[in-house]
């Protein structure tokens, strides 16, 4: 069955910080992948997608993710953080053909001054 | 454009009552989803309408629970009786027809059910 790995569930960064979350997902073949954000009281919000093509994507905010394929890891990364990004983070996997996503169980980021 | 509006947004029944969510998807959206996150744990697949037919209910936990779609507009999830561990945070997302923007979901902020 398929399954998403976010090993840090609670990271803290230093504001103007460099950022990455990790995110391995195990299944056969490469997956669509995605990264969303859910700020306190919002819905989830796309960050970026990975369907094909160029390994690294860009995002919103900032953001880029990067697909390894020998790895399984599509990892979250930002520059320089701002207190804004502080959010729980969740990377996400769907199968080519199918329309449910498997998440992982987030990663809440918290940005110090 | 209005995004993906679920109400309530909070909850609070006792065990054996029922409870019902409602979700309405973004205009022309054809695909509607329902996930829902228990505490502590990952955001798991409940189910996806296309229009108002049952594409995929693999992720419906028990009969406890139904969803419909009346007209294949908004939807709702009824939990009937409610148990304790039924608490917890119900998503709906939906997603346009046809396209790369086929596998793109856009999430609503979600319903937070708390069962005592």
């Known amino acids: 069955a398929q399954s998403v790995t976010q090993p840090d569930i609670h990271i803290t960064v230093s504001e103007g910080a460099s950022l990455e979350l990790r995110c391995n997902y195990s299944y056969g073949a490469t997956p669509y992948l995605f990264w969303y954000v859910q700020s306190p009281g919002q819905g989830l919000q796309l960050l970026l997608k990975y369907f094909s093509g160029d390994t690294l994507v860009q995002g919103i905010k900032g953001f880029e993710a990067e697909f390894k394929r020998s790895q399984s890891s599509f990892n979250l990364r930002k520059p320089s953080v701002h207190w804004s990004d502080a959010a729980e983070y969740f990377c996400a996997v769907m199968n080519t053909g199918f329309q449910k996503l498997v998440f992982g169980t987030g990663t809440r980021l918290l940005v110090s001054p | 454009e209005a995004g993906v509006t679920q109400f309530p947004s909070h909850s609070v029944i006792e065990k054996g009552q029922t409870v019902t969510l409602r979700c309405d998807p973004i205009?022309?959206?054809?695909?509607l989803y329902w996930y829902r996150r228990v505490m502590g744990k990952e955001i798991k697949f409940l189910l996806h309408?296309?229009?108002?037919?049952?594409?995929?209910e693999s992720g419906m936990p028990n009969n406890r629970f139904l969803a419909e779609r009346t007209g294949g507009t908004y939807s709702t999830l009824k939990v009937q009786p409610a148990e304790l561990e039924d608490s917890g945070v119900y998503f709906c997302?939906?997603?346009?027809?046809?396209?790369?923007?086929?596998?793109?979901?856009?999430f609503g902020p979600g319903t937070r059910l708390t069962v005592l």
């Open positions: 997302a939906s997603s346009p027809p046809g396209g790369r923007s086929y596998n793109e979901q856009f």
């Open positions: 205009s022309g959206h054809d695909n």
């Open positions: 309408f296309v229009k108002e037919s049952k594409q995929d």
